[in-house]
């Protein structure tokens, strides 16, 4: 990575503390992101993702029990790449929210490889 460039931006949307300090130092740490904001509620979530600066999402999709869906719909309208980090089997995410997912538990290179993959420009069908 260029030292010129600002480093990419991320925020964490996971609602288990020790997971979201984990995943933000993972972020930080072995793939070069400055963390932006990190929410634990689904208030925190869409409100992060509606006023935050940030290139992508790492999103728990049950937080403190309230699917993410919210702060999801505000992330497509905002056109930022998401990555779902969940124990939610993939056939149960509604079609219009699938996106590149990591299953905990996964490791930094799962999470590199579906971020690289959520940030892929989208081809119209």
């Not at 070069?32 to 999402?57: P, Q």
């Amino acid at each position: 990575m260029n030292n010129a460039a600002a480093a990419p931006r991320a925020i964490v949307l996971e609602d288990h503390a020790g997971l979201a300090s984990a995943l933000r130092d993972l972020l930080a740490e072995r793939l070069g992101y400055d963390v932006a904001a990190c929410a634990g509620c689904i208030e925190d979530a869409i409100r992060v993702a509606h006023v935050e600066r940030f290139d992508v999402a790492v999103v728990d999709l049950d937080l403190q029990g309230v699917m993410a869906y919210p702060a999801l719909d505000e992330l497509k309208r905002r056109g930022i790449p998401y990555v779902l980090a969940t124990g939610a089997v993939p056939v149960d995410i509604p079609t219009r929210y699938r996106a590149p997912t990591v299953c905990k538990p996964y490791s930094a290179h799962q999470l590199e490889r579906a971020i690289r993959e959520a940030s892929q420009p989208r081809h119209a069908c």
